[in-house]
Structures are given as C-alpha cells and as structure tokens.
C-alpha cells in the first residue's frame, strides 16, 4: 500500500485529498460499523497508482506514505487495507462529503496534540 490516510482524518475529513486523486482511490465509509468510522476516508490499497497527489493536498497533514507512518498511527496501515476487506464496494463511496475544510494552523496543531 503506497499512501494511507492515518486517523489524522478522524472527525475532521477535509476532502481535498479526494479531490485531486487522478484514480478515485478515496474513500468514505457509507455504513455504520463499530471498528471503522465514517467520519474520515480511506485509502484502497490496491487501487492506489502512488502518484503521491493526495498528501500535499491534504490540510490536516494526515496522509503518509506506508513507510513514513508515524509510529503512534501504525495500526491505521492495517485499518486502511483492512477495511475494504470487511466491507463490498456498495458501503462506499467517492463523492466524499467535508467535516471541516480548510482548518487553522492552530486546529492542526489541536488535531496532532489530540492524537499525541
């Protein structure tokens, strides 16, 4: 998996990301689950061309490449991969809707504090 949207995104979801994804590879979750939120997006694994256009674009700072994940949001490698697993393409969808879009550098730096 070449990118992978960490839970940086988690109840702020800017949809910038999806935005200028050249392969519709961003995805929300359109069903009520317990382990995965709707209130971010994903990134399908195997979908994904590595072009790399959804991390500057995000402004939450909450996109990285596989290798790069911080250590505190490992587990949401597995999480992006693993949801398109558990679910069938009809509990997605592209036409991902905003939570917050162009945040502060002061809510950034709330966000990032809120996860460690």
Do not use: R
Not at 58 to 64: D, H, L, S, V, Y
Not at 66 to 94: C, G, M, R, Y
């Amino acid at each position: 998996m070449p990118w992978v949207i960490t839970k940086l995104c988690l109840d702020c979801k800017d949809t910038e990301c999806a935005e200028v994804c050249p392969v519709d590879c961003i995805y929300e979750l359109t069903v009520d689950d317990p382990y995965f939120s709707k209130n971010m997006l994903y990134i399908h694994p195997t979908e994904c061309i590595d072009c790399a256009a959804c991390e500057p674009a995000c402004p939450w700072q909450a996109i990285f490449e596989d290798s790069q994940v911080p250590t505190i949001f490992a587990d949401d490698i597995a999480l992006n991969a693993n949801i398109f697993e558990k679910h069938p393409p009809e509990d997605f969808t592209t036409e991902v809707t905003p939570i917050s879009k162009n945040p502060s550098p002061e809510q950034i730096d709330a966000n990032k504090k809120k996860w460690g």
